[in-house]
T-cell receptor, first 110, second 114 residues
Framework: EDQVTQSPEALRLQEGESSSLNCSYT??????LFWYRQDPGKGPEFLFT???AGEEKEKERLKATLTKKESFLHITAPKPEDSATYLC???????????FGAGTTVTVRA | DTGVSQDPRHKITKRGQNVTFRCDPI?????LYWYRQTLGQGPEFLTY????????KSRLLSDRFSAERPKGSFSTLEIQRTEQGDSAMYLC????????????FGDGTRLSIL
């Protein structure tokens, strides 16, 4: 069974204080690792897909990287509007479903 | 912006009642997924459709749950004889039919069982 573990559970940052979120996974035949952002009361919003170890994707202050066992989401010089829960999910084998981690809730204080 | 649309956004019902939720996917997407999310957890897969065919169902989907996607467009998720444990956010997502395509989510239906 696919396992996805995210750490830390919560992260409180000062505006401008860069940090990283971790997503560790155990799957058989990774087809894709997905990062989503979720605001309270909303559905997850797609950020990135990573397909193979060594791949990197960037969007504004966010950068996602992938190794064979984990992915990192780096937040550079965060702003209060980056406050959200960040979810990591994997798609593996012949499945089309996503298996999600529990998320990291990021709070950025001005 | 024609994203994934879910209706209703909130549903409050008494234990034992039946409820039905609707999802309208992004128009060109032929895959449609249902997930359930409880507080502090990530979404959990329930079932998915390719066009009108239901191709996979999770063990989480008990006999009280049924999903349909007539004509391969919108989908409905029905819960019969609701229980306290059914209280959750029910999320719908859709994607193109190619491998590794990202799933795009609606804002969900929050179900509360009294």
């Amino acid at each position: 069974e696919d396992q996805v573990t995210q750490s830390p559970e919560a992260l409180r940052l000062q505006e401008g204080e860069s940090s990283s979120l971790n997503c560790s996974y155990t799957v058989s035949g990774l087809r894709g690792l997905f990062w989503y952002r979720q605001d309270p009361g909303k559905g997850p919003e797609f950020l990135f897909t990573l397909y193979s170890a060594g791949e990197e994707k960037e969007k504004e202050r966010l950068k996602a990287t992938l190794t064979k066992k984990e992915s990192f989401l780096h937040i550079t010089a965060p702003k209060p509007e980056d406050s959200a829960t960040y979810l990591c999910a994997v798609q593996a084998g012949n499945d089309y479903k996503l298996s999600f981690g529990a998320g990291t809730t990021v709070t950025v204080r001005a | 912006d024609t994203g994934v649309s879910q209706d209703p956004r909130h549903k409050i019902t008494k234990r034992g009642q039946n409820v039905t939720f609707r999802c309208d996917p992004i128009s060109e997407h032929n895959r449609l997924y249902w997930y359930r999310q409880t507080l502090g957890q990530g979404p959990e897969f329930l079932t998915y459709f390719q066009n009108e065919a239901q191709l996979e169902k999770s063990r989480l989907l008990s006999d009280r749950f049924s999903a349909e996607r007539p004509k391969g467009s919108f989908s409905t998720l029905e819960i019969q004889r609701t229980e306290q444990g059914d209280s959750a956010m029910y999320l719908c997502a859709s994607s193109l039919g190619f491998s590794n395509q990202p799933q795009h989510f609606g804002d969900g239906t929050r179900l509360s069982i009294l």
